[in-house]
């Protein structure tokens, strides 16, 4: 070693030298890339299985749990680069596991590894969710009922489902849960433990099937000087569907779509659209439903008439074209309304309806 040249502070070696001025040797006694505690606790709910993190309460599988254990308790130098980390898992029984970690990466350009053995422990919990949930906690009840009708079973398993399927898509959280659910005179109540939810699902339910909702919120008592509510929504569901036939102001008129508070109406005797509120539709009466509807091919076709077969007594019957009639269509939608055929317009996107009507001409408000 020449006289002032450098040279390694804990044993003298000269160079080449790294991190505070330490040879790799003596880098390698003083520095390591990881470490990791032997052992770690984690908290699992007893009732939902859902595990307690720093974002809350959230469902996780065994390599989900395992790789956010060890990103939070393992700590990598703080120089080290391309850092890779391999984790191992070993059950040891229901609460314990053994992980086996591989670490490599850099330190100073040298290469470093590192191998850790450590045991995750879980304890029993319960999160505020699965607390509220066995106290049968509610915030919001969503009240099912029908404009001047009741709703028959079939109705409501499709508006049931449909809340099925809602929870299914949304993200996940641990306050979509049903508190209590049944029938009640007049409908079907669902009590939940979100409002959010309660608040998603009676949109979805007017967007899908029109109808109003009405909210009301009652004081039940406070909570760090706030008032707790809890919310009641009523969703009434219209006494018609999209497609149905409907007798109003002495005129017959197809659902052609929902709007925020009505519908729009389809005359089938011309192409005309109006739109009309649920106050306009009080007196409305339904006159043939679309699950009543028959698609018929037929037999012969002139410039009005159009003959098809009834398949009710196997005769021949004559029916009007409908105005949205053209020689490219092959079959024709009938509805049987006050002992007779009555031929409909169509709906759907592709067909003359839509296009008239997008045009903006004969559409009244």
């Avoid at 949109?203 to 039940?220: M, P």
């Amino acid at each position: 070693m020449s006289l002032g040249g450098e040279f390694c502070i804990v044993c003298g070696s000269g160079p080449p030298l790294y991190i505070d001025r330490l040879c790799e040797s003596c880098l390698r006694i003083r520095h390591t890339i990881s470490q990791i505690k032997e052992r770690i606790q984690y908290t699992r709910c007893s009732r939902s299985g859902t595990i307690q993190t720093d974002q809350g309460w959230i469902e996780l599988n065994d390599q989900e749990l395992h790789d956010l254990l060890v990103q939070k308790n393992l700590e990598i130098h703080e120089i080290a680069k391309d850092v890779i980390v391999d984790i191992i898992a070993h059950k040891i029984d229901d609460r314990n596991t053994r992980l086996l970690i591989h670490v490599e990466g850099k330190i100073a350009n040298l290469p470093f590894e590192d191998d850790h053995e450590t045991i995750i422990r879980c304890s029993n919990g319960v999160s505020p969710s699965a607390s509220r949930q066995a106290g049968n906690y509610f915030e919001a009840t969503v009240q099912l009922r029908s404009i001047g009708r009741k709703l028959d079973d079939s109705e409501l398993k499709i508006l049931r489902d449909s809340l099925s399927n809602l929870i299914e898509n949304l993200p996940k959280d641990p306050m979509h849960f049903i508190t209590k659910e049944g029938p009640v005179q007049g409908g079907y109540d669902v009590v939940f433990g979100s409002k959010g939810l309660a608040r998603s699902w009676a949109r979805e339910l007017t967007k899908k099937w029109g109808g109003q909702t009405k909210e009301s919120n009652k004081i039940v008592g406070r909570k760090d000087g706030n008032d707790v509510t809890r919310l009641t929504i009523v969703y009434r569901k219209p006494a018609f569907d999209v497609g149905d036939v409907l007798l109003w102001r002495s005129e017959y008129f197809r659902v052609y779509a929902w709007l925020p508070n009505g519908v729009t109406l389809l005359k089938i005797s011309q192409n005309h659209r109006i739109g009309a509120s649920w106050r306009d539709l009080e007196n409305a009466q339904v006159m043939s439903k679309v699950s009543e509807h028959v698609i018929v091919t037929p037999l012969n076709v002139d410039s009005q008439i159009i003959e098809f077969l009834d398949e009710r007594d196997w005769k021949t019957k004559m029916v009007q074209l409908p105005w949205d009639w053209d020689n490219s269509r092959e079959k024709v939608e009938l509805a049987y309304i006050v002992d007779e055929w009555i031929s409909l317009p169509r709906l759907t996107s592709q067909g003359d309806i839509q296009n008239h009507l997008l045009d903006g001409k004969d559409i009244e408000g």
